[in-house]
T-cell receptor
Framework: AQKVTQAQTEISVVEKEDVTLDCVYETRDTTYYLFWYKQPPSGELVFLIRRNSFDEQNEISGRYSWNFQKSTSSFNFTITASQVVDSAVYFCALLDSNYQLIWGAGTKLIIKP | EAGVTQSPTHLIKTRGQQATLRCSPISGHTSVYWYQQALGLGLQFLLWYDEGEERNRGNFPPRFSGRQFPNYSSELNVNALELEDSALYLC??????????????FGAGTRLSVL
């Protein structure tokens, strides 16, 4: 079965701390695509990154970095030197062969000033 | 360039009524997706339209239906509304018909409240 698990329901840190959001997935496909989206209080889902199953290279974009490991079926997201504006719900998702996104439950990230 | 736009922002209906939600995709995108985000149930895939055709449907009853117009905009119709239909309905669009090119960009959603 296709499944995405985000075990952390809510994380609260103080500004400037580093924080890692965990994502574990299950899929029967050999080629697949993983995503991270951010949902601020306004409700709109903002696309952050997409990874292909055949590319395990980690990626860094400014304060954001992603660690993709096929051996552990994980696609974790780290925010370095967190800021209050990073407060949001973050979703990990898997694109299945029918073009539908399978979503994790989301992790609510609270950054305190 | 305009993103995905959805209307209305909020919609209040009573049980048994019908609701119509609208979505305009990003210019150049031919695919539109609908998702439901209900409290306690998370994000669930509803429908996918591409080039005017329904391509895939999630595990929802037939009273959830929609269509895609020649300009690629889309409507989601929910008939015989039930209290549990109260949710944020999100529309997304994408370009390309291959999985390798599929990135879904979302609108701000329509919050449907059924009283």
């Amino acid at each position: 079965a296709q499944k995405v698990t985000q075990a952390q329901t809510e994380i609260s840190v103080v500004e400037k701390e580093d924080v890692t959001l965990d994502c574990v997935y299950e899929t029967r496909d050999t080629t697949y695509y993983l995503f991270w989206y951010k949902q601020p209080p306004s409700g709109e889902l903002v696309f952050l990154i997409r990874r292909n199953s055949f590319d395990e290279q980690n990626e860094i974009s400014g304060r954001y970095s992603w660690n993709f490991q096929k051996s552990t079926s994980s696609f974790n997201f780290t925010i370095t030197a967190s800021q209050v504006v990073d407060s949001a719900v973050y979703f990990c998702a898997l694109l299945d062969s029918n073009y539908q996104l399978i979503w994790g439950a989301g992790t609510k990230l609270i950054i305190k000033p | 360039e305009a993103g995905v736009t959805q209307s209305p922002t909020h919609l209040i209906k009573t049980r048994g009524q019908q609701a119509t939600l609208r979505c305009s995709p990003i210019s150049g995108h031919t695919s539109v997706y609908w998702y439901q985000q209900a409290l306690g149930l998370g994000l669930q895939f509803l429908l996918w339209y591409d080039e005017g055709e329904e391509r895939n449907r999630g595990n929802f009853p037939p009273r959830f239906s929609g269509r895609q117009f020649p300009n690629y905009s889309s409507e989601l119709n929910v008939n015989a509304l039930e209290l549990e239909d109260s949710a944020l309905y999100l529309c997304a669009s994408s370009t390309g018909q291959t999985l390798a090119k599929n990135i879904q960009y979302f609108g701000a959603g329509t919050r449907l409240s059924v009283l």
